[in-house]
């Protein structure tokens, strides 16, 4: 099947199919801000999403990863899939923004943005539309529930299907240290991975006036804690680094016993796969190494997590120029600096990926993501739609 060529510059187009949707999708954005949903319990949002869609005339797929939604548009011509993802869920906080369209739901709130990112995709795929006949491959959209929880929903779509055939993958995030009209794109780990342990010293009970006759886990645990900050200061090159952190410690239950235990978690942030297996086996080392020192016993249980969102050289590359062509002002490109996680990367671990952070900061505001106050430029989902929608016609041209 022939193609007739694309139009030297596809972006009025495009900017005008979003400009024309654009007040629906504030719509659906303060409508799915005043229900937020949590996890994988994004029942009534999937289901805002699906009819969405179908209006578009699409045919979605529910119940993927649990509460997912999936649909694709096909192109006039054979090539490959590019996968195109946002998150729906919100977190468990309780907003002040005082909005009109404030949570409806005491102790939970959009405070991320992710039903901008929602509604984002849904524009995404009304500016796609028309162009299908002339693209070669297909558009995938995935809508994934429970981005913010320790179990992943870009795990359980994954498990049930949502990346098989996928060959490319994008998603985007808000961000409001960025003026609205912005975008930004980082090279190398966009995001870190996030992996957890959890510590458990084992020594002998014993009266606090008579040290000599316990093993005390206390002092133990303390060195340990003192010794990991190492790990990172003295083992780690600093233009690889990550962050080794202790968030909780408990042992002991009165002033004049030695404990048998104590127990402390916390959490490693790495932005490679090198720095990634440094960090961990060091952690190993150390604790091994002060139990043997201290003469305790110690359990060691660490957890990884979400791997590090790595953003595709080549892909970055070409967004820098589909952006500046749609917007004449070419993304901010840095070095990636975030130690956040964001479970996207179980998606760029099996094909090359990006994230496109959108400027979502609004004049005269200092916001930040995961704050009871946040209050995104609601502009920011058009120029993100847009700004994908641009993307995807070019790497499918």
Not at 263 to 276: C, H
């Amino acid at each position: 099947m022939s193609t007739p060529d694309l139009p030297n510059d596809p972006g009025p187009a495009l900017s005008a199919r979003v400009a024309a949707i654009a007040p629906r999708l504030t719509e659906i954005r303060r409508d799915i801000h005043a229900h937020p949903e949590l996890g994988f319990e994004t029942v009534r949002t999937s289901g805002i999403v699906a009819e969405e869609l179908r209006r578009l005339g699409l045919e979605p797929r529910t119940g993927i990863g649990r509460n997912g939604v999936v649909a694709e548009i096909q192109g006039g011509a054979p090539g490959p899939c590019l996968l195109i993802r946002a998150d729906m869920d919100a977190l468990p906080m309780q907003e002040l923004t005082g909005l009109p369209y404030a949570s409806t739901i005491p102790g939970r709130m959009h405070a991320c943005g992710h039903d901008l990112h929602t509604a984002t995709l849904i524009g995404v795929a009304a500016a796609l539309l028309a162009e299908a006949p002339r693209l070669r491959g297909r558009i995938r959209l995935v809508f994934q529930p429970a981005e913010e929880t320790s179990e992943s929903g870009a795990e359980a779509m994954i498990a049930d299907g949502a990346a098989e055939g996928a060959d490319l993958a994008l998603t985007l995030h808000n961000r409001p240290e960025m003026p609205v009209g912005s975008f930004g794109l980082t090279q190398g780990a966009s995001t870190a991975a996030c992996d957890d342990f959890e510590v458990t010293v084992r020594g002998t009970s014993g009266h606090a006036a008579r040290p000599h006759a316990a093993a005390d886990p206390i002092v133990a645990a303390a060195l340990m804690i003192a010794g990991l900050q190492t790990v990172i200061s003295r083992e780690m090159n600093p233009a690889e680094s990550a962050v080794l952190t202790v968030g909780h410690i408990v042992g002991g239950s009165t002033h004049n016993i030695i404990p048998d235990s104590c127990l402390f978690r916390g959490t490693v942030r790495s932005r490679s796969p090198a720095a990634r297996d440094r960090a961990e086996a060091g952690l190993r080392r150390v604790c091994q190494g002060v139990a043997m020192a201290q003469n305790v016993a110690v359990d060691i249980d660490y957890l990884r997590g979400v791997p590090p969102l790595m953003n595709d050289p080549a892909l970055v590359a070409r967004a820098m120029e589909s952006l500046t062509a749609q917007f004449g002002t070419a993304p901010r490109l840095e070095p990636g600096r975030s130690f956040g996680a964001e479970d996207f990367s179980y998606f760029t671990e099996r094909m090359p990926g990006l994230q496109l952070y959108v400027g979502a900061g609004q004049p005269g505001r200092d916001d930040r993501v995961h704050n009871s106050d946040y209050q995104p430029d609601e502009g920011s989902i058009g120029l993100g739609a847009t700004a994908l929608a641009r993307l995807a016609v070019d790497l499918l041209s």
